[in-house]
């Protein structure tokens, strides 16, 4: 069987979001992807797909990956064998610096048309299911607290989501605490709820609040500090309140090591695409495993194609108790495969086809192909 790489195309997708983003200078209505197809001899294709939360999240963008992929590793690609993964992302490391969110969308593909040679799902290829369906925590955003209290009890009643976090950092922290306590004392017995403020709070709130947090039944306080604060971080995980999870703190096994060593994390979110791929995902998992962490499936809240791959990777991991975030699909006004994923209850549903067991839609690709350049700060 002809199972060398012949080919590799890409496109910059823009796809509608369900409720808009209100910039300072914009408003977004759109969430960007980077699609890519890894074609064999054999014709057997495979898809990954690139997104980021935008590029203040770590210097990515999906017009830097399509440029990454392009140009520098699909000559490390062609004629290569797509099952040696392995080798394939130390090629990768050895040839590109960093780049993590262009490595795991080249990474998607790759794993997609081994399963497919195969026929086997990803999943398998990584290990087995340990869970079959993954609870989903939905992102209340209705831009205040009774709105957010009056939305999740909506979603528990009619069974749709059963937990919930919220995103912070617009405003001052003690502003972000007291919105987070009146929302987690509303939904008191109902739900529960955490906290994001994507590393934006100071020191001294956070240690000031953590009691009132606690008491208030906030589940997670989410990478409150900088990113670069294992110091601030430790001394909040001391104090044995509200559990503090790892985002942007944890990319890489050496920052999962350290955050280990350092007693900086209860709880590492983990994302395929900021640690550049599923492999490395599942690494840093191991690690978190080995200091009696527990883990939580983060995501960049991509379509189908990229929350397929991410929960074939969730799946997979035991230590994974918190749940995930992979409401991308849902999130968007529309998806780029013919069988989006099924989300039923509160859990997402972990595909069983052949690869991803997603099918790229073609139509959807030429109906939101990017078609003259633009400029965003992306969502989220
Ligand atoms: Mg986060």
């Given at each position: 069987m002809k199972t060398m790489i012949k080919q590799i195309r890409s496109v910059i997708v823009d796809v509608p979001i369900k409720r808009p983003h209100q910039f300072s200078t914009e408003i977004v209505s759109t969430k960007s992807f980077v699609v890519i197809q890894v074609e064999l001899e054999n014709g057997l294709i495979g898809i990954g797909e690139g997104t980021t939360?935008?590029?203040?999240?770590?210097?990515?963008s999906v017009e830097t990956m399509q440029l990454v992929i392009e140009r520098y590793l699909k000559p490390l690609l062609?004629?290569?064998?797509?099952?040696?993964i392995e080798q394939l992302l130390q090629l990768f490391d050895r040839h590109v610096r960093a780049n993590p969110f262009a490595k795991a969308t080249v990474e998607m593909a790759l794993f997609d048309v081994v399963g497919k040679i195969y026929n086997a799902p990803v999943h398998q290829l990584l290990g087995?299911?340990?869970?079959e369906a993954i609870d989903v925590k939905w992102a209340l955003a209705t831009g205040d607290a009774d709105g957010d209290i009056a939305e999740a009890k909506e979603l528990v009643s009619s069974k749709q989501y059963r937990d919930f976090k919220i995103k912070a950092g617009k405003y001052q922290p003690i502003d972000d605490a007291k919105r987070a306590i009146k929302i987690a004392e509303g939904l008191n017995g109902i739900s529960t709820i955490g906290i994001d403020p994507n590393g934006s709070w100071d020191k001294l709130t956070a240690v000031r609040w953590m009691e009132r947090l606690n008491d208030a039944g906030v589940d997670f306080l989410e990478?409150?500090?900088?990113?670069?604060d294992f110091e601030g971080a430790a001394k909040l995980v001391s104090m044995k309140k509200v559990p503090v999870m790892a985002d942007e703190s944890v990319a890489t096994i050496q920052d999962a090591q350290r955050l280990v060593q350092e007693k900086a994390a209860d709880i590492f979110s983990l994302k395929i695409h900021k640690s550049g791929g599923m492999r490395n995902t599942l690494k840093i998992a191991a690690i978190a495993e080995s200091a009696g962490l527990v883990c939580f499936g983060g995501t960049s809240l991509e379509s189908s194609i990229g929350s397929a791959a991410s929960i074939h990777a969730f799946g997979t991991?035991?230590?994974?108790?918190?749940?995930?975030?992979?409401?991308g699909p849902p999130w968007?006004?529309?998806?780029?495969?013919k069988n989006p994923l099924k989300f039923k209850e509160g859990k997402v549903i972990i595909p069983s086809g052949a690869g991803l067991g997603v099918e790229l839609d073609e139509t959807k690709i030429e109906k939101y192909r990017r078609k003259k350049e633009r400029v965003t700060n992306g969502v989220f």
């Open positions: 939360p935008g590029i203040w999240w770590n210097g990515e062609i004629n290569q064998d797509p099952r040696n087995g299911l340990f869970q990478q409150p500090l900088s990113p670069l991991i035991r230590n994974l108790t918190y749940g995930c975030e992979s409401f968007l006004a529309d998806d780029l495969v």
